[in-house]
């Protein structure tokens, strides 16, 4: 699963984030996260899509692999960026088939979708190139609970496993000459589809405790590497920082805040 996480990388390892602590990534993309969403000028998201394009290239990511995913997430609120215009009450700007589009929603429909898209990039550069045990142990280094860190790990790990089978069980269906259609019989084989694919997930889980147990699992999952915060990573969190602490100040200064 960590070879399907890492597989948008544009070459081996070694990109400039790659050097940064992990506590000090995952901090600096939910700073921000937090900052890009409670700013609402223009010019101020625009300089932070930028900024997520930025940290995109130092952590190495392919542009494509991360374009398509950008694609599919604005396909996403694509629906509501398209309404907004014509349904915000404002100054009038044109008209598509008797609807008035404002400027006020416009403004609103670019502010949502500069949002969006900066903030996932930059969750996609910080936190997306993390190998899943790294982050792991990052999130349990910050505070957060074992058994949340433990939930993450196992549902990275096991849901391309369920993937796998929901593959293998459609394949199955198929080769008995299964075709989808709106009849009972479709509701229903696909009622046992699920039903099946719950049933193997039950099963497998129960093997893996078992596995677990039998190699000494006792609730705790020892790491071998050890996290070390540098002179390099207060630059990188310095940096940062002052980049976020300018743009709420310049979000003050607008007046949005």
Sequence with gaps: MSD?????????????????????????AAGFACVTVACSWLPLLLAALILAIAVMVLSGRAVGPT?????????????????????????PVFTLWGFAA??????????????????????????????PAVMGQALHRLGTPERLV??????IRYIEVLRAEHLRLRRA?????????????????????VGMLLVRA??????????????????????L?????????AVFGAGLG?????MIAAEVAHGAF
């Design 242 to 246: 002052a980049v976020l602490i300018a």
């Design 67 to 91: 374009l398509r995913r950008m694609a599919a997430v604005d396909g996403f609120i694509f629906l509501l960026i398209a309404m907004l215009p014509f349904t915000t009450p404002g100054d």
């Design 202 to 223: 039950v099963e497998r889980s129960e093997r893996v405790l078992a596995a677990m147990k039998c190699r000494g699992f006792s609730g705790r999952m020892p790491v």
């Design 4 to 28: 399907i996480l890492m597989q948008d990388r544009a070459g081996p390892e070694g990109a400039a984030l790659d050097a940064i602590d992990p506590r000090a990534r995952l901090i600096g």
């Design 102 to 131: 404002s400027r006020e929603g416009i403004v609103h429909s670019a502010e949502i979708l500069l949002t969006a898209n900066a903030v996932v990039l930059a969750l996609l550069s910080l936190a997306g190139t993390l190998e």
């Design 173 to 193: 269906m198929k080769v008995r000459g299964f075709r989808p259609g709106t009849s009972w019989h479709t509701y229903r084989s696909l009622g046992y589809l």
């Design 150 to 155: 433990h939930l993450l790990l196992f549902t």
């Design 225 to 233: 590497s050890a996290f070390a915060y540098g002179p390099r990573d």
